[in-house]
T-cell receptor
Framework: DTGVSQDPRHKITKRGQNVTFRCDPI?????LYWYRQTLGQGPEFLTY????????KSRLLSDRFSAERPKGSFSTLEIQRTEQGDSAMYLCASSFNTGELFFGEGSRLTVL | DQQVKQNSPSLSVQEGRISILNCDYT??????FLWYKKYPAEGPTFLISISSIKDKNEDGRFTVFLNKSAKHLSLHIVPSQPGDSAVYFC??????????FGAGTILRVKS
């Protein structure tokens, strides 16, 4: 399977804990995006990378959120001191330059 | 500030008939528009796109129409099939930047 893969698919955590999600993009894609989706809403942009450079971060991304793409390949999204409002589906997508985005299946976060 | 709006939360259509999903946008800098389809427990999958230099793009049963003056686009599916039942998201970008998504429309195709 050469699509975008995300891990874990589902994470349940207690409020205040840290969580990390990993995304492996399609190998020849240079752009990697993180989106968040809550029930009844469309995907909401969080941040994106071109190769290893983080080019844009949403104002929605509080300082508890950090994303990295250290070697321009896989990426991690860490949420520190989770809150119940962080419960959502975290979607990763990749693209080659400005072409269409290919999404992974998402990582669902539940904060108790 | 919702730059991409899908005002119909849901649509129900009989199998074999046409499904028309609508989308409005407010940002005049948007120059590339896409439709994605999403099944439960899966990520969105790309369906069809159109650039602002065109007003129509067709791919099999799917056609996207763009009316720049009205800042409106629509997706036509004909004939509709039960397997088309999913959530459809409209998305837009400008100058090759990030995609901005609408809230989605749930399409149900009844057999």
């Amino acid at each position: 399977d050469t699509g975008v893969s995300q891990d874990p698919r589902h994470k349940i955590t207690k409020r205040g804990q840290n969580v990390t999600f990993r995304c492996d993009p399609i190998s020849e894609h240079n752009r990697l995006y993180w989106y968040r989706q809550t029930l009844g809403q469309g995907p909401e942009f969080l941040t994106y990378f071109q190769n290893e450079a983080q080019l844009e971060k949403s104002r929605l991304l509080s300082d508890r959120f950090s994303a990295e793409r250290p070697k321009g390949s896989f990426s991690t999204l860490e949420i520190q001191r989770t809150e119940q409002g962080d419960s959502a589906m975290y979607l990763c997508a990749s693209s080659f330059n400005t072409g269409e985005l290919f999404f992974g299946e998402g990582s669902r976060l539940t904060v108790l | 500030d919702q730059q991409v709006k899908q005002n119909s939360p849901s649509l129900s259509v009989q199998e074999g008939r046409i499904s028309i999903l609508n989308c409005d946008y407010t940002n005049s800098m948007f120059d590339y528009f896409l439709w994605y389809k999403k099944y439960p427990a899966e990520g969105p999958t790309f369906l069809i796109s159109i650039s602002s230099i065109k007003d129509k793009n067709e791919d099999g049963r799917f056609t996207v129409f763009l009316n720049k003056s009205a800042k409106h686009l629509s997706l036509h599916i004909v004939p509709s099939q039960p397997g088309d039942s999913a959530v459809y998201f409209c998305a837009a970008s400008g100058n090759g930047n990030k995609l901005v998504f609408g809230a989605g429309t749930i399409l149900r195709v009844k057999s």
